[in-house]
């Protein structure tokens, strides 16, 4: 079975800086896709970045050229270092990673909250 460890949010007046880190554990599985996922109240969850074990990044249109994803494939660890964060980056955000074991699956975070107020 994985698990998904995030850690690092908080509050954060605008302007300022946030590094989110996910640790996934799990016995003979291999990660693929690896990825940050954002929820605000009363929104519908959405994909914030995602990289693939190869190192491909995407992301969401409004985080570009202020978040960058990353990963440590040698801990199983994905990164999110986000930068001039504005309050409507305030959510919950939530680690998923796609791993195999003989078939394909996900897994989920239990989500850390990130706020942005002055």
């Known amino acids: 079975q994985v698990q998904l460890v995030e850690s690092g949010g908080g509050l954060v007046q605008p302007g300022g800086s946030l590094r989110l880190s996910c640790a996934a554990s799990?016995?003979?599985?291999?990660?693929?896709?690896m990825g940050w996922y954002r929820q605000a109240p009363g929104k519908q969850r959405e994909l914030v970045a995602q990289?693939?074990?190869?190192?491909?990044?995407m992301y969401a249109d409004a985080v570009k050229g202020r978040f960058t994803i990353s990963r440590d494939n040698a801990k199983n660890t994905v990164y999110l270092q986000m930068n001039s964060l504005k309050p409507e980056d305030t959510a919950v955000y939530y680690c998923?990673?796609?791993?195999?074991?003989?078939?394909?699956?996900?897994?989920w975070g239990q989500g850390t909250q990130v706020t942005v107020s002055s």
């Open positions: 998923r990673a796609l791993y195999v074991n003989v078939g394909l699956y996900e897994s």
């Open positions: 990289v693939t074990s190869g190192g491909g990044t």
């Open positions: 799990g016995s003979r599985v291999s990660f693929n896709a």
